[in-house]
């Protein structure tokens, strides 16, 4: 069983103030885009898990019980009473600790893997329930397209969106944490009661509706870039630089250091790749459209 899995970019994230149980109230806006891993599950004898893993930031991705996939394959196997093994195999493409969901749309893609080599057959809400135990974006990545999330990220609605837009991801060569960014932003919130309900803006869901790029590249927004600017300082120069050669709108994707920009069109998108990949101040560039599909059977 092969199945493909999309990176997200969030185009809004709002953050509200740490909750009891560590989590942060969001409010999210995520898209996925086309750039993918992929996960492929082939039968081994009950009880058995393992997994190996290839490609990009490879050696970076832990092969124990710890990852994800095979959390993800483990909790399915034990909430349907399942007596079978998986050998999961995963070749990466997304950054690891970019701040694209990589790990999560791994575990999204064991999931739907699994579920059809084992004949599980979850139904959706069944599926995003398990899902939403693994990690935050996990759920979306089933889902994919353009879709709101809030909670701390893991109820997902799917947006009213038209449209198709061309964004460039620009990578940095090193990754950034996600709990040391909502650290950051901790230490860096003046008021908690300021952002206590985030809310989704009003004037990017419009953009969306109405799929108008302009409107949306003026729309996009990170509470936690502050955060993971500190933290990575040259990556306002990245930003920047998007900004100069005529990105509609430039920002951090969701915890970072990944930044993503808004391009007019494809054309466009391939000329800001290449620039951007001249300038010498990030390791690679990717131009890529959204929304794709989340995590699915090939
Ligand atoms: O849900 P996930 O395991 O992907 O989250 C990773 C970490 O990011 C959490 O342990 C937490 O430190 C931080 N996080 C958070 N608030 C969220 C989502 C994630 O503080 N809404």
Same mark, same amino acid.
């Given at each position: 069983?092969?199945?493909?899995?999309?990176?997200?970019?969030?185009?809004?994230?709002?953050?509200?103030?740490?909750?009891?149980?560590?989590?942060?109230?969001?409010?999210?806006?995520?898209?996925?885009?086309?750039?993918?891993?992929?996960?492929?599950?082939?039968?081994?004898?009950?009880?058995?898990?393992?997994?190996?893993?290839?490609?990009?930031?490879?050696?970076?991705?832990?092969?124990?019980?710890?990852?994800?996939?095979?959390?993800?394959?483990?909790?399915?196997?034990?909430?349907?009473?399942?007596?079978?093994?998986?050998?999961?195999?995963?070749?990466?493409?997304?950054?690891?600790?970019?701040?694209?969901?990589?790990?999560?749309?791994?575990?999204?893609?064991?999931?739907?893997?699994?579920?059809?080599?084992?004949?599980?057959?979850?139904?959706?809400?069944?599926?995003?329930?398990?899902?939403?135990?693994?990690?935050?974006?996990?759920?979306?990545?089933?889902?994919?397209?353009?879709?709101? !999330?809030?909670? *701390? =990220?893991? #109820?997902?609605?799917?947006?009213?969106?038209? +449209?198709?837009?061309?964004?460039? %991801? @620009?990578? /940095?060569?090193?990754?950034?944490?996600?709990?040391?960014?909502?650290?950051?932003?901790?230490?860096?919130?003046?008021?908690?009661?300021?952002?206590?309900?985030?809310?989704?803006?009003?004037?990017?869901?419009?953009?969306?509706?109405?799929?108008?790029?302009?409107?949306?590249?003026?729309?996009?927004?990170?509470?936690?870039?502050?955060?993971?600017?500190?933290?990575?300082?040259?990556?306002?120069?990245?930003?920047?630089? !998007?900004?100069? *050669? =005529?990105? #509609?709108?430039?920002?951090?994707?969701?915890? +970072?250091?990944?930044?993503?920009? %808004? @391009?007019? /069109?494809?054309?466009?998108?391939?000329?800001?790749?290449?620039?951007?990949?001249?300038?010498?101040?990030?390791?690679?560039?990717?131009?890529?459209?959204?929304?794709?599909?989340?995590?699915?059977?090939?």
């Amino acid at each position: 069983m092969v199945v493909r899995t999309p990176a997200k970019i969030n185009l809004a994230l709002l953050v509200g103030p740490r909750r009891s149980d560590g989590y942060h109230e969001l409010a999210s806006v995520y898209q996925a885009v086309s750039l993918y891993d992929e996960v492929t599950a082939t039968s081994l004898p009950a009880g058995e898990i393992s997994i190996s893993v290839s490609g990009l930031g490879a050696e970076h991705v832990p092969v124990t019980e710890d990852n994800l996939a095979v959390r993800a394959a483990s909790l399915l196997a034990e909430e349907c009473a399942i007596d079978e093994g998986v050998a999961l195999t995963i070749r990466k493409s997304i950054p690891v600790a970019g701040g694209m969901a990589g790990g999560s749309s791994d575990a999204a893609a064991a999931l739907v893997a699994c579920d059809a080599l084992w004949g599980t057959e979850l139904d959706r809400e069944e599926m995003l329930a398990v899902a939403a135990r693994l990690g935050s974006d996990v759920p979306f990545c089933v889902v994919g397209g353009t879709a709101v !999330g809030s909670g *701390h =990220g893991e #109820l997902v609605t799917p947006a009213l969106a038209r +449209g198709t837009y061309a964004w460039v %991801l @620009a990578f /940095d060569p090193e990754g950034l944490s996600t709990p040391a960014v909502f650290s950051e932003f901790d230490r860096m919130l003046d008021d908690p009661e300021l952002t206590a309900s985030p809310t989704v803006p009003s004037d990017l869901m419009a953009a969306l509706l109405a799929g108008n790029p302009v409107a949306l590249g003026q729309a996009l927004t990170n509470d936690l870039q502050p955060a993971a600017l500190r933290l990575r300082p040259r990556l306002r120069r990245v930003l920047d630089f !998007g900004t100069e *050669h =005529g990105a #509609l709108g430039s920002l951090v994707s969701g915890s +970072g250091p990944t930044c993503v920009f %808004l @391009a007019r /069109d494809n054309d466009h998108a391939v000329d800001l790749a290449v620039t951007l990949s001249s300038s010498g101040l990030v390791s690679s560039v990717k131009p890529v459209s959204g929304p794709v599909p989340g995590a699915r059977v090939i």
